[in-house]
C-alpha cells in the first residue's frame, strides 16, 4: 500500500508561545512531499522531524499572515545552501513573489534552482496541480484577507487484473483496459468470466483537504465532501462564537459541524488561541459535534494508509 | 552595581541544525535591552529565556544574510500583537525597511507603534545612539556584503562624593561639580581635603563589541580598542584558513588574534558551521591564542556587573 500520511509541524497561531510552533504540515503522498503553510521556524521543524528537504517540490501558503508563510524565505534560502537544482513550486498570494524576491536580492542571492510562483486566484477555486495518480485544488475560505484551502485527491483507479488470469488467457491490450475499467470477459469458447471474478478491487482513491484560517464558513463544504481527512481550523473554544465571528477564526464546534456537513471520515483541529495552556477541552467540544476528531499537535502522524 | 549582560539566543551560522539557533544576542544594560541580529526563531528563543519583547527598543542589523534578520519581520509583528505602542529603533542595511514594510504591506498589518529605520552608511563608522551613560558605534566589517560591527561603551562617570563630607560641610553646586571632576578641596579653615579622600572611584565604565560575518580584517581593531567583551565570529576551525577567507568569515585564531591586537577583556566566539557537531576544540584553539576566551551557546549569559 503506498504512503498517504500527513504530519504536523506547527499547530499554534499567531501569538509565539512555547507550547506551540506556527502552522505548518507535510503531507507525503507515495513519497512525493507537499508543504502547506510554513510559519517561522518551520525548517527547524523539518530538521528535528527528519524531514527530507530536497524532497519537497510544492509548497501551498494558505494566506499572507506572517504565521503561516514568515518561514518560507529561510526554507528557500536553505535549499540554495544544500545546493538544489529541482524547480521549487510555491502557491499562494500574489504578493509572495515579491516578498521573496526582495529579501533574495537584498543578501545578492542568485539561487541556483527555480522558484516557480504560482499566484493563486482570489475568491476562486482553481485545480493547482494534477498528474496520473492526484489532483490538488484551491478554494476559497473566508478570512480577513485573501485565503485559500487546498484539497488532494487521489485519481479513482482501474480495477487490478488477477494475475493467474493475465496467464491463463492471451489477453489483447485493449481488451485488457476494457476489464480493467470493469467489463467482463468472454473466453474463446463462450464462457462468461464476470469482472469481480478476475480482477482485484483497487484501494480507494484517499484525500486530504486543508482549511487554514477562516471564520465558520459554508461554502467551503462542496469542495471538501467525502474527504478522508479533513484539517480544519478551531482557534477558539465553542463558547467564543463571537470572537471568532470578529476574528474570522473558527471555534471548535463550528470545525466539527463542516466536517459533519462535508461527511469527512477524519477531522484534525489546531491552530490553537495562545490562551489556551491546556487543548484537551478543545478536543471534547468537537466531538461532541464529530466524534472522530484529532487534535494537533507537533509531530503528530495520521497515516491514511 | 548596574546590570551589564549579555545573553546569547543564537550561535549558529547560516545552515539549521538541531544544535544551533541563527545569531542573536541580547544586551542588557540596566535593564534597557538591546537585540544584536534577529535570525529566524529568535522570538521563540527570546521565550524561551524570559527576555521581555517590550523592553527592547533597539535593534541593530549586522547585514542581510538570512541567518541574521529572517526573524526580524516575526518580532516586529509579534510586538503589533501584543499591543506595543512604544517606538523600535532599528539599525541596519538601508534596504531592511522596504523588506519589512512590504511584508506587513502583504498581510494588511497597520502597526500601532512605529518602527523607526536607521539605515547604515556602508564602509563608515557612525555614532548610532548616545545618552548620559551609553554611546553605541557602527563600524564596517570585511563580509561579501555591507556588514557593520556595533560596539557599546559605557560613558566615563563622575567621582562620588562620599556622603559624610556633603553632610559635615555646605558645598555650592558648582564646587560639588569640580569636586565630581577630581579637583580637591579647601574648606573655610584653609584645610584641604585631597579628593581621593571625600570621593569614591565610580563603577569604570563597561564595553561590549558585536564583531558578527567578516573575515579577519584588522581595520575593526581600532573600533573595539580595550573593550571588556569582544563577541567575534569564529565560523572556522584554525586550519581552514582558505575556507574562511573564500567565504569572507573567520577561524578560530584569527578571532583571538584580533582579541588580543585589541586589548579586550574577554573574547567570546560563535557563528560555528553547521559541520561542528563537537565546538569544544574550536574553544581551545582560540584558547591558544587569546586564554580568556568563552564559546557561546544558546542561553549563556556573560555578566560584567
Chains 1, 2 share one sequence.
Not at 128 to 139: G, H, M, P, Q, Y
Not at 205 to 214: E, G, K, L, N
Request: aromatic share 10%.
Amino acid at each position: 500500500m503506498t504512503t498517504f500520511k500527513l504530519k504536523v509541524l506547527g499547530c499554534g497561531s499567531a501569538l509565539p508561545t512555547m507550547r506551540h510552533h506556527p502552522s505548518s504540515q507535510v503531507l507525503n503522498i507515495n513519497e512525493k512531499l507537499f508543504l502547506l503553510d510554513c510559519g517561522e521556524g518551520t525548517q527547524l521543524q523539518m530538521r528535528k522531524y527528519h524531514i527530507k528537504f530536497q524532497k519537497i517540490e510544492h509548497v501551498f501558503i494558505s494566506h499572507l499572515h506572517g504565521d503561516h508563510f514568515f518561514g518560507l524565505i529561510g526554507f528557500v534560502s536553505t535549499l540554495h545552501l544544500l545546493g538544489r537544482t529541482k524547480d521549487l513550486h510555491v502557491y499562494g498570494d500574489a504578493r509572495l513573489e515579491n516578498i521573496i524576491h526582495t529579501q533574495l536580492k537584498a543578501s545578492d542571492t542568485f539561487l541556483r534552482y527555480q522558484v516557480i510562483f504560482h499566484p493563486l486566484t482570489p475568491k476562486k477555486s482553481e485545480v493547482l496541480f494534477e498528474d496520473e495518480n492526484l489532483v490538488i485544488k484551491s478554494f476559497p475560505l473566508n478570512h480577513r484577507i485573501n485565503t485559500w484551502g487546498f484539497v488532494f485527491r487521489e485519481k479513482v483507479k482501474l480495477r487490478n487484473i488477477k494475475r493467474d488470469f493475465l496467464l491463463e488467457y492471451d489477453v489483447p491490450i485493449d481488451v485488457i483496459m476494457d476489464i480493467k475499467a470493469g467489463a467482463d470477459f468472454i473466453d474463446e469458447n463462450g464462457k462468461l468470466h464476470p469482472n469481480h471474478k478476475i480482477t482485484k478491487t483497487p484501494r480507494s482513491p484517499r484525500s486530504f483537504a486543508y482549511v487554514s484560517d477562516t471564520s465558520y464558513y459554508e461554502p467551503v463544504i462542496e469542495h471538501i465532501k467525502d474527504v478522508h481527512l479533513l484539517y480544519h481550523e478551531a482557534t477558539f473554544e465553542a463558547s467564543r462564537e463571537n470572537d471568532a465571528r470578529n476574528k474570522f477564526h473558527a471555534t471548535t464546534k463550528q470545525a466539527a459541524t463542516i466536517a459533519k456537513a462535508a461527511n469527512a471520515q477524519k477531522l484534525l483541529i489546531g491552530h490553537y488561541s495562545a490562551r489556551y495552556v491546556d487543548t484537551d477541552f478543545l478536543l471534547e467540544e468537537a466531538k461532541e459535534v464529530f466524534p472522530n476528531t484529532l487534535s494537533a499537535n507537533e509531530g503528530l502522524d495520521i497515516d491514511l494508509r
